[in-house]
């Protein structure tokens, strides 16, 4: 397979070396203000025959405008909130232009009339999504209503319909049906193993190093592949290059610091993070509540403009979380036996270049990352595991003037330990090699331009290969988006497959251990994803979409079933589906900004035990798994008056599945003649159907409100006043089957926090 | 302002609703106990283990207020049980009620547990197995090249059409010094003795020569100052209910409420055993050609009339 990739990679850059006949004009935009790339800025050619050619910056602040009949341009580049750039160019034949270019802010924002280049970021906004993909940036983060200053992805995320959270604590994500552990998340192209910390508001990502996130929650093209249900692909932004700045922020949650600046003035720069829980010392005062978790996280990247045309970047990451869920009370919260810990480590080198004689951009990334999990005192835990990857990996893009066409090749070494003292029981303690290796094309062909339609097209294929143990897939994807005045119809189809496998035991939602492993069912799990949707803009301040989702899922693995009280993750084979829609609103009126967006989801699994078909017939037992909600509301109101801001979340989510009981007992195995008197029985839990009930509804309401002073051009203190869960909701995270007590999520909290810029 | 005030009333709206939902994960039932026990032909005294199925896990206690009768539908005998609080090796508690009786063959019993004042009654009916009859045929003895010796022997149970729950078989030896009886089991594993079931009746087969073998290997004194006066073998049968789904019993298959489970308003299984046995001997040529020692009844009158006095092994059903 390997052959193959490489004669395809030789074959397109001949291609591209024979397709570079007209002028090329490319370049990176910048901000003038701090050096950072701008993405999404309109360049657009015009000359005196009226011809228009254009293309946007991509989040490396790219543009790149490839054939290009010679002459004389006159070239226009326009972004909302800064001044647009004018400028004449002769472009000779076959003659490939660099153009670095910065822009200022505070223009009007001219909005092209004549040409809206067309490109998924347009998918920003509540409800800017475009076949399965939403772009999160750092302002809309903002908005969201939290007890910090720091703002955080994770706020975001779950305000997004089909994103469930296990509640404000535990730190999973399940998106549009998809178990935590089939989410990808990448940071500057390197793979995050466990993004969230324990504390739901919490990524390990804090929103101030965020350039853009591109969160699809399905239906994703050839780029990507090794995880089944979604991509949360991140770009943090460099540091600034021209003066250095920071913030620190105090809060009862964390507190954080970020430094940037420049090593070399307009080279290079360093960008520096870090964020510390201070939970003993704020939050579990203000609710007088035990919350027994630590978790921090430290950020570095270096950038630097190594040549006109090429760039290069080292990011690193570090986060620590540490914890006991359902915790119940005093004892509990203080027993190191029901600890669980996870560390993630992840460092990587980024290496763009433009080559002076094709029209192509080349992106080389290393990368290692490592998840620890541990469950139990941390020096000697009960269960361990440990998963690493070292990855190296190509990716290129030609502008060939009629489409881009990308592909990349990859490899990767994957390390699986696992010590799970016999409690996974289909899985022996041991370390595991996997190698992989793969590429990729994807292209995106403009089907129909003009008269006001705009229909692209965007195939692609992914080819995977494990040589160690001996499987190879073939995954075509095809994303589409058609245009047409104020309305936008997208759609996405794709198959996916996912060889390393998180198992946890989600009959307990008190217990987030994860073994990462090799498809443990000795088959892969697969998933195909089909999604629809359409998009209208009626008016500038108003947006509305919808979009419907399915999914269908193979050769899963969960949970054996099992009516004794005690920690089980005997895995079994399953199948699933997840369907569903969501349906979006969004207001950006003046000083008022808001969305309400509705979600409905089903998920349905079917498992297949050995033993179902003795308790609930043949063809294994379908039901509902514990994420499956069913109806997710989410709206945001943000004001912006004078120097205040006032925001305003409220969310609500129908109950999650979970298994009732009728009692306890205990369980003798009657097997033939037994001696009752040497035979105490095993405690039983005489459960009913599995995950057959539905906890309470769960809503809240979170509200803040900050004002900035402002000292002089760069000093600035920000103000904020904040409650979470305002109107005190007793939200249920956590019952405790075997007493009935119950664990609540995080109640009524008034917050203040502190913000300094410099 | 206008929309102020409509946050305003939404906050006051919400802090209405900002009620607890309280959940309760264990419904209610009208199931009141677990039971588990055997009725046992071999048992002159009959035990049942009664769990009462609590709303929370906590550790059963000592008290436990149940009225447990049992009728034998047949004779409409009823008989109440009593309650035993025993103490475990693991420190639990738990209540095993009996009675001191014995059951039969072929005969129906309904057992029934009630809470004092309660119209709810937990109840398992269980049929004992039939009686069984064993056929034993005469021995089957030759030599293979004149050297090797072959001596089998089939027995037939009449009525039993499935595979036994355990067969044990047994040689019985008198010896003079200790002026008694020794019944020496060796192990008999249907799988390995050529057992078949047949339409009326199952059959499995005696290796004479191994079983010769493996006493003279762990018993050789039987050998010396021993002599063969019979042969047996106990059938012990469960009821035509105690089955587990897919033939294997396993915790965490039977563990699901309602697996292999007969008892109504309630949960757990009651079964029955049955017991039968057949004793016989094998021809004189054919013991003494297995080398063991016989009892000259004639020497021994007063041990003669001690000694069991089988059949010797017969073609013959023993009854139609």
């Known amino acids: 397979m390997m052959r193959r990739i490489c004669l395809l990679a030789v074959i397109l850059l001949c291609a591209a070396e024979t397709l570079a006949q007209n002028a090329v004009l490319r370049g990176y935009v910048t901000d003038d203000d701090d050096g950072q790339p701008l993405q999404g800025v309109n360049v657009v050619l015009t000359n005196d025959d009226d011809a228009l050619l254009g293309n946007a910056s991509n989040r490396d602040g790219l543009f790149a ?12 580049a326009t972004y909302i909130g800064y001044q647009t750039r004018f400028d004449t160019l002769t472009l000779a034949t076959d003659e490939i232009v660099p153009y670095n270019f910065a822009l200022s802010t505070g223009g009007e924002g001219v909005e092209l009339d004549e040409l809206m280049v067309e490109t998924e970021r347009a998918g920003a906004g509540a409800a800017g999504i475009i076949a399965g993909l939403q772009s999160v940036r750092p302002a809309d983060i903002q908005l969201i209503p939290a007890p910090d200053l720091s703002g955080d992805l994770a706020s975001y995320l779950v305000t997004l319909p089909g994103v469930v959270a296990s509640g404000d604590q535990g730190g999973q994500l399940f998106i549009r049906g998809g178990e935590p552990t089939q989410n990808q998340v990448l940071m500057d192209g390197i793979l995050i193993y466990q993004p969230f910390h324990l504390i739901g508001f919490y990524s390990a990502i804090p ?113 620590y979380d540490r914890g006991i869920l359902g915790a119940l009370t005093q004892a509990e919260a203080d027993s190191v036996k029901n600890q669980v810990l996870w560390k993630n ?77 016999g409690i996974f029981q289909d899985i022996s303690d041991e370390t595991e090699f996997v190698s992989e290796a793969g590429g990729y094309i994807q292209t995106e062909v403009p089907v129909m331009e003009g008269d006001g339609v705009n229909f692209h097209v965007e195939p692609g294929l992914r080819l995977s290969s494990f040589p160690s143990k001996g499987r190879n ?98 895995i079994q084979p399953a199948e699933g589906t997840v369907r569903g829609g969501d349906a979006r609103l969004e207001v950006d009126a003046g000083p008022f900004y808001g969305f309400i967006n509705y979600g409905y989801a089903k998920v349905e699994y079917v498992a297949f035990q050995t033993e179902i078909e003795y308790w609930f017939g043949p063809g294994g037992y379908a039901y509902a ?11 945001l109101g943000s004001f912006t008056f004078g120097g205040f801001t006032m925001n305003g979340r409220w969310q609500y989510g129908s109950g999650l599945p979970f298994s009732e009981a009728l009692g306890f007992d205990e369980f003798v195995l009657m097997d033939g003649p037994k001696d009752l008197f040497n035979e105490p029985g095993e405690t039983r839990v005489l459960y009913t159907y599995p995950y057959g009930g539905r906890l309470p509804d769960y809503h809240r309401l979170d509200v803040s409100a900050e004002y900035k002073f402002e000292f002089g051009e ?43 810029e410099f | 302002m206008r929309s102020v005030y409509i946050v305003l009333a939404l906050l006051i709206a919400f802090t209405l609703v900002s009620c607890d939902e309280g959940i309760n994960p264990i419904l209610e039932t009208d199931r009141q106990f677990t039971l588990f026990g055997a009725l046992d032909m071999a048992q002159d005294t009959q035990f049942v283990r009664v769990i009462e199925i609590r709303p929370t896990l906590t550790t059963p206690g000592e008290k436990l207020d149940a009225t447990f009768t049992s009728r034998q539908l047949d004779t409409d005998t009823t008989i109440t049980w009593k309650d035993s609080v025993y103490t475990f090796e693991d420190g639990s508690v738990g209540h095993i009620f ?33 009686h069984l009859e064993p056929s034993v045929q005469l021995e089957k003895v030759f030599r293979v090249l004149t050297t090797q010796l072959v001596a089998t022997q089939r027995i037939l149970w009449w009525s039993l059409e499935e595979e036994p729950y355990d067969v044990a078989q047994w040689y019985r030896f008198f010896i003079f010094d200790d002026y008694g009886f020794n019944d020496i089991r060796l192990s008999h594993k249907p799988a390995s003795r050529a057992s078949e079931t047949h339409a009326g009746f199952w059959e499995t087969s005696i290796d004479l020569v191994r079983d010769r073998d493996s006493l003279l290997v762990n018993y050789p004194e039987m050998f010396v100052r021993g002599y063969l006066v019979g042969l047996g073998m106990t059938m012990t049968v469960l009821d035509d209910k105690f089955t587990p789904p897919g033939g294997v019993f396993t915790l965490e298959a039977l563990g699901q409420p309602g697996t292999l489970s007969n008892v109504s308003n309630g949960f757990g299984y009651i079964g029955s055993i049955g017991r039968f046995s057949a004793e016989w001997r094998i021809q004189d040529t054919t013991a003494t050609s297995l080398g063991y020692k016989l009892l000259d009844n004639r020497a021994y009158p007063e041990i003669a009339a001690r000694v069991w006095d089988a059949p010797i092994g017969t073609l013959e059903r023993p009854r139609e």
């Open chain 1, 345 to 421: 480590r992840a460092i990587g080198g980024r290496f763009i270049l433009l080559p002076t004689r094709i029209p192509v951009q080349a992106e080389i990334l290393t990368s290692y990352s490592s998840i620890e999990n541990s469950f139990g005192p941390e020096l000697e835990p009960t269960r361990y595991s440990k998963a690493q990857e070292i990855s190296a990996a190509a990716n290129v893009t030609h502008f060939t003037g009629f489409t881009d066409i990308a592909w990349g090749m990859y490899f990767k070494f994957n390390t699986l330990d696992a010590e799970l003292s």
């Open chain 1, 207 to 319: 929103s101030a190093i965020l350039n853009v996130s591109d969160v699809y929650a399905g239906g994703f093209g050839a780029k990507y592949g090794g995880r089944m249900s979604s991509v949360i692909d991140i770009s943090t932004r460099n540091g600034n290059k021209r003066r250095f700045s920071g913030e620190f922020s105090a809060a009862p949650f964390i507190s954080a610091g970020i430094l940037e600046g420049p090593l070399i003035p307009d080279k290079v720069s360093i960008l520096l993070s870090g964020r510390f829980d201070v939970i003993d010392q704020g939050a579990s005062r203000i609710i007088d509540t035990q919350l027994p978790y630590s978790f921090n996280d430290q950020f570095f990247k270096v950038h630097a403009i190594t040549s006109e045309n090429t760039q290069a970047s080292v990011t690193g990451l570090r986060s």
């Open chain 2, 98 to 130: 009996y009675a001191p009786t014995r059951v039969l063959a072929g005969k129906t019993y309904r057992i029934n547990v009630r809470k004092p004042g309660s119209s709810l009654v937990t109840s398992a009916t269980t049929l004992v197995p039939f």
């Open chain 1, 625 to 635: 798994p514990p994420h499956d909600r069913r109806h997710q509301v989410n709206a």
């Open chain 1, 473 to 570: 897939f073939i995954e075509p994807r095809v994303r589409a988006i058609l245009s047409y005045g104020i309305h936008r119809l997208s759609g996405a189809a794709g198959i996916y497959h996912q060889e390393f496998v998180g198992l946890a035991d989600r009959r307990d939602a008190g217990d987030v251990f994860t073994a990462w492993t090799s498809s443990p069912t000795g088959e892969v799990p697969r998933a195909i994803h089909f999604l629809g949707g359409y998009q209208i803009r009626p008016w500038n301040w108003l947006t509305v979409a919808v979009e419907a989702f399915y999914k269908d899922l193979d050769n899963l693995s969960v949970a054996e079933w099992t009516s004794f009280p005690r920690f089980t993750v005997a």
């Open chain 1, 65 to 76: 405008i490839s054939g290009i009949p010679p002459g004389l341009y006159y070239l226009r």
């Open chain 1, 714 to 756: 760069n000093t600035a203190l920000t103000v904020l006043g904040s409650a979470t869960n305002a109107y005190d909701r007793i939200n249920l995270f956590y019952i405790d089957l075997f007493t009935l007590e119950r664990l609540d999520q995080l109640p009524f909290i008034p917050a203040v926090g502190l913000k300094l």
